[in-house]
């Protein structure tokens, strides 16, 4: 009995191994895309632009990044007054919307995420508190498919439900997150169970940070660097794996639950949102193991260690350094560099982030001497994230919910834009790599 139970798993590997010459063969685009790494084109968006190369004559030429949400460079959205309180709200209006808002217009949205930030009776107590989830990524998908029930909509397809689903579920994210994030807690390191209200009229970035902390207080340098990262985050384009996945499911025209919730477990993958894992790993490693800081020689050969696979994970990667679109520049890296600069600057994180810029500039130096190839390779947004929010003391197992509760802006803008545009299901073709075989009754086998 033992050695059949155990066949069901042995062969696993090679029953599913593909021979990677009919890649090859027919031609394939794997993973979607070309084989100069550029993107299979797969539709046409009016939302935004990520741009990190052009093309010349057939040939892929590095080029600064750029990204733009509805035309507007990402640059001005974000940049500009230090005390602004709701960049990330405009944005959320701008995506869903098509234009930035005017201060009414501002003010009507904020009203309306106000009023959808109570979740429903008794879900705090029978959702979250009773399941609680080693991942929070986990609990915010289940609480997506469950506030389903509490909807007596839920299949309505009308834009005013799909707008209004959108509005909820960008309002509410956040609580359920800094609620499971407490309610983890409590059920498996034995800590207090902390639900503070929420204050109507702040804005999202207050709102967590009001909710997170224990005594309420934060200040408004912080609250303004956590609404840049939420700005951030909103949105990259059609093609980055959870908006394609929510657009997938919204083109088959299933509820906007399940599209969100689907985009929710796309971002958890280590591939996609939950990188930012992989890179505060590898920086804490390298801190631990670099004794002086400053000591370019010192960040270079530990640096030349995970290049040959002899540190970290040893699959040779520099995490945070490389992105699929963006080759001499990521803007979302630049900026979020800058305002940690300016918030870093004379505080005990000082050193830290300048180590960070030291592997950020040595990587691609180390990757050509130890390697001998040359490659288009900038900071991406998530060498910076990581050490942003430990700045403002944001626990780790949150920093890919932020990311989730940021980016619901932009799925819900690409569902619309599905819903209206798309009209086809999404539906690409596999090969078959098998060829037919005789079939045998049991008894013959």
């Known amino acids: ?101 005017t201060s009414s217009q501002l003010d009507v949205l904020v009203e309306a995420l106000d009023a959808q930030r109570n979740l429903p009776d008794g879900f705090t107590a029978s959702k979250i508190m009773s399941t609680p989830s080693r991942n929070i990524m986990n609990l915010l998908q289940r609480s997506v498919l469950m506030l389903y029930a509490d909807d007596p909509k839920a299949e309505d397809r ?33 800590e207090s169970m902390i639900m503070h209200r929420f204050i109507p009229g702040q804005s999202t970035s207050e709102t967590i940070l009001s909710m997170l902390r224990p005594n309420r207080e934060f200040t408004p340098e912080e609250a303004r660097m956590l609404d840049i990262m939420m700005s951030l985050h909103a949105e990259h384009g059609g093609g980055n794996n959870s908006t394609f996945t929510c657009r997938v499911l919204s083109s088959a025209d299933t509820d906007p639950y399940a599209a969100y919730a689907a985009a929710i477990g796309s971002l ?19 801190k631990e193991n670099v004794k002086n800081w400053e000591d370019e020689d010192e960040v270079a050969s530990y640096i030349a260690k995970i290049v040959n696979k002899q540190a970290y994970d040893h699959t040779g990667l520099i995490y945070g350094m490389g992105h699929a679109v963006y080759t001499l520049s990521d803007p979302r890296a630049v900026i979020c560099k800058d305002f940690a600069t300016r918030l870093a600057k004379g505080t005990e994180f000082e050193a830290e982030l300048n180590l960070l810029k030291l592997i950020e500039r040595l990587s691609p130096e180390v990757i050509l001497q130890e390697k001998g190839t040359k490659k288009d390779m900038c900071a991406n947004v998530d060498m910076y994230s990581g050490f942003v929010y430990s700045m403002m003391g944001i626990p780790q197992d949150m920093i890919t919910p932020l990311f989730a509760c940021s980016r619901m802006a932009g799925w819900a803008a690409h569902r619309f834009e599905e819903l209206v545009s798309g009209k086809r299901i999404i539906r690409p073709a596999y090969k078959t790599g098998v060829k037919a075989r005789e079939y045998k009754p049991i008894e013959e086998r």
């Open 268 to 286: 958890k993958g280590s591939k996609h949102g939950g990188a930012n894992h992989k890179v505060l790993a590898m920086q804490k490693e390298i």
């Open 158 to 190: 009308s834009f005013e439900h799909e707008i209004s689903t959108a509005i909820s579920l960008i309002s509410r994210l956040p609580r359920i997150m800094v609620l499971a994030h407490y309610a983890k807690r409590a059920a498996f390191y034995n």
């Open 1 to 101: 009995m033992e050695d059949h139970k155990l066949s069901l798993y042995d062969n696993i590997a090679k029953v599913n191994a593909v021979d990677p010459e009919l890649y090859e063969r027919y031609p394939v685009k794997r993973g979607l895309r070309n084989s100069d790494g550029s993107g299979v084109i797969a539709g046409v968006t009016n939302i935004s632009n990520v741009h990190g190369y052009l093309m010349n004559e057939g040939d892929k030429v590095p080029d600064e990044g750029k990204l733009t949400f509805r035309g507007y460079s990402i640059y001005d959205l974000v940049g500009g007054d230090a005390t602004k309180r709701r960049g990330f709200e405009e944005i959320v209006y701008l995506l869903l919307m098509g234009e930035l808002p």
